[in-house]
Nanobody, 121 residues
Framework: QVQLVESGGGLVQPGGSLRLSCAAS????????MGWYRQAPGKQRELVAS???????NYANSVEGRFTISRDGAENTVYLQMNSLNPEDTAVYSC???????????????WGQGTQVTVSS
């Protein structure tokens, strides 16, 4: 069994910063790509940022230059540093990872439970 556990969401004022964390745990053979998605009320879920096992990153245009994704391979953890937050960043942020379990022949997509980020004065 593989689990993704997120932390770090909350309420922040416009212009502020938050750091999200997501740790993969369980019966893991290898973690491949990891990423963050978000879904605002009434909108479709969108990719915020992703990072490959080799460290290549990809960002949504709306967060480029403000958000930074990173990972700790030894700890199977991915981080999202969010700076210059604005109300349009308000959403539920969910962690995603492609993980091969120890007893599996291939990787499977896993999701965290989601963490609320609210940007408001």
């Amino acid at each position: 069994q593989v689990q993704l556990v997120e932390s770090g969401g909350g309420l922040v004022q416009p212009g502020g910063s938050l750091r999200l964390s997501c740790a993969a745990s369980g019966n893991i053979f290898r973690v491949y790509s990891m990423g963050w998605y978000r879904q605002a009320p009434g909108k479709q879920r969108e990719l915020v940022a992703s990072i490959t096992r080799g460290g290549n990153t990809n960002y949504a245009n709306s967060v480029e230059g403000r958000f930074t994704i990173s990972r700790d391979g030894a700890e199977n953890t991915v981080y999202l540093q969010m700076n210059s937050l604005n109300p349009e960043d308000t959403a539920v942020y969910s962690c995603n990872a492609a993980v091969r379990a120890s007893d599996a022949p291939f990787a499977t997509n896993y999701w965290g439970q989601g963490t609320q980020v609210t940007v408001s004065s």
